[in-house]
């Protein structure tokens, strides 16, 4: 299968964050989300599966997180991997666009970019135990608000700032403000979660590495 990279670190977001895992981030999405945080997934070499299995039995992490760009696209090596290591656990990070197992992975983390995807997901999961997968949606309360009610956690969008010209700023000074942006929209959603009873889902590796890639 063609991967971006593999790389051991600490599960930063969702219903397993603070966990020790490997990633494995595969090569290649089917979308082209301008706020994307990962672009570089682009890129990447062709690896055995049966190299990839060898890599994570010698791994002493027990959790691997299958994650991209989108790691659907590769969903038969997938497969291929996980019988060959299947005493360690198995995590997906997907866009939701592409119909799933439940039984292929122990948890799936979705996170749907339209109505369109968000309704397949919803589907997908009404007989899923809820233990097994979570529907993360990136917002500000004005982007993708119309799938914040099918949510089971809610992420802010840290990636993007409005409304700040770096020409009206040196370095420092524009960092500065795109740090007070974000903060605002954390503590925005934040609120918007206590409010209406919802899991608020941080991002910790970018709050320790910033958008350092293998952390």
Same mark, same amino acid.
């Given at each position: 299968?063609?991967?971006?990279?593999?790389?051991?670190?600490?599960?930063?977001?969702?219903?397993?964050?603070?966990?020790?895992?490997?990633?494995?981030?595969?090569?290649?999405?089917?979308?082209?989300?301008?706020?994307?945080?990962?672009?570089?997934?682009?890129?990447?070499?062709?690896?055995?599966?049966?190299?990839?299995?060898?890599?994570?039995?010698?791994? /002493?992490? +027990? *959790?691997?997180?299958? #994650?991209?760009?989108?790691?659907?696209?590769?969903?038969? !090596?997938? =497969?291929?991997?996980? $019988?060959?290591?299947?005493?360690?656990?198995?995590?997906?990070?997907?866009?939701? /666009?592409? +119909? *799933?197992?439940?039984? #292929?992975?122990?948890?799936?983390?979705?996170?749907?970019? !339209?109505? =369109?995807?968000?309704? $397949?997901?919803?589907?997908?999961?009404?007989?899923?135990?809820?233990?097994?997968? /979570?529907?993360?949606?990136?917002?500000?309360?004005?982007?993708?608000?119309?799938?914040?009610?099918?949510?089971?956690?809610?992420?802010?969008?840290?990636?993007?700032?409005?409304?700040?010209?770096?020409?009206?700023?040196?370095?420092?000074?524009?960092?500065?403000?795109?740090?007070?942006?974000?903060?605002?929209?954390?503590?925005?959603?934040?609120?918007?979660?206590?409010?209406?009873?919802?899991?608020?889902?941080?991002?910790?590796?970018?709050?320790?590495?910033?958008?350092?890639?293998?952390?």
């Amino acid at each position: 299968m063609k991967v971006n990279e593999i790389f051991s670190s600490i599960q930063g977001e969702g219903a397993y964050s603070g966990y020790p895992a490997m990633f494995i981030r595969l090569s290649g999405c089917n979308r082209k989300c301008s706020w994307c945080d990962t672009k570089y997934h682009t890129s990447g070499k062709e690896i055995k599966n049966s190299e990839i299995s060898d890599i994570i039995k010698k791994s /002493d992490k +027990n *959790i691997v997180v299958w #994650t991209g760009g989108e790691p659907m696209l590769q969903l038969d !090596d997938i =497969k291929e991997v996980i $019988k060959e290591t299947s005493a360690k656990m198995h995590h997906l990070e997907t866009n939701g /666009d592409f +119909n *799933i197992e439940l039984i #292929t992975f122990d948890y799936v983390s979705f996170s749907p970019k !339209d109505m =369109k995807a968000m309704k $397949k997901v919803v589907r997908r999961t009404k007989k899923w135990p809820v233990v097994c997968y /979570d529907i993360k949606v990136v917002t500000d309360l004005k982007m993708n608000k119309e799938l914040i009610p099918y949510a089971t956690m809610l992420m802010p969008l840290t990636t993007l700032v409005q409304n700040v010209n770096m020409s009206n700023y040196s370095r420092y000074d524009y960092q500065e403000q795109i740090d007070k942006e974000n903060k605002k929209n954390e503590q925005k959603v934040w609120d918007y979660c206590v409010k209406n009873n919802i899991r608020f889902c941080p991002r910790i590796h970018t709050q320790i590495w910033g958008v350092s890639r293998g952390k």
